[in-house]
């Protein structure tokens, strides 16, 4: 059985940072590329950033690139995303989504969602 388990999310004031995991188990991990999603109240549901873990490559939303940051780590079967100087505008459900093909991944139609970590950020 395939799993996402998103962790880390919080209540956090503006400026702050916070990392959020997300494991996977159920496949093999270095072949998938595995993606940060967050979705606002109201809003559509947006890509922060991607990892292919086969070949390392990144895939950031550009606007978000310099504060975000994602890494993972194969032994784990865990990707992580580091946020720094969080503005209110980042309160969002945090979802991980998973996909063999790197482009359905980014284009967020990943095979796989977890059911997302909770981020709040206070002014």
């Known amino acids: 059985e395939v799993q996402l388990v998103e962790s880390g999310g919080r209540l956090v004031q503006a400026g702050g940072s916070l990392r959020l995991s997300c494991t996977a188990s159920?496949?093999?991990?270095?072949?998938?590329?595995i993606g940060w999603f967050r979705q606002a109240p109201g809003k559509e549901r947006e890509k922060v950033v991607c990892?292919?873990?086969?070949?390392?490559?990144?895939y950031y939303t550009n606007r978000l690139k310099g504060r975000f940051t994602i890494s993972s780590d194969n032994a784990k079967n865990t990707v992580y995303l580091q946020m720094n100087s969080l503005l209110p505008e980042d309160t969002a459900v945090y979802y991980c989504?998973?996909?063999?093909?790197?482009?359905?991944?980014?284009?967020?139609?990943?095979?796989?969602w977890g059911q997302g970590t909770q981020v709040t950020v206070s002014s």
């Open positions: 990892i292919s873990n086969s070949d390392g490559s990144t």
């Open positions: 989504a998973a996909d063999h093909d790197v482009g359905a991944a980014i284009a967020g139609h990943a095979r796989y």
């Open positions: 159920g496949f093999t991990f270095d072949d998938y590329t």
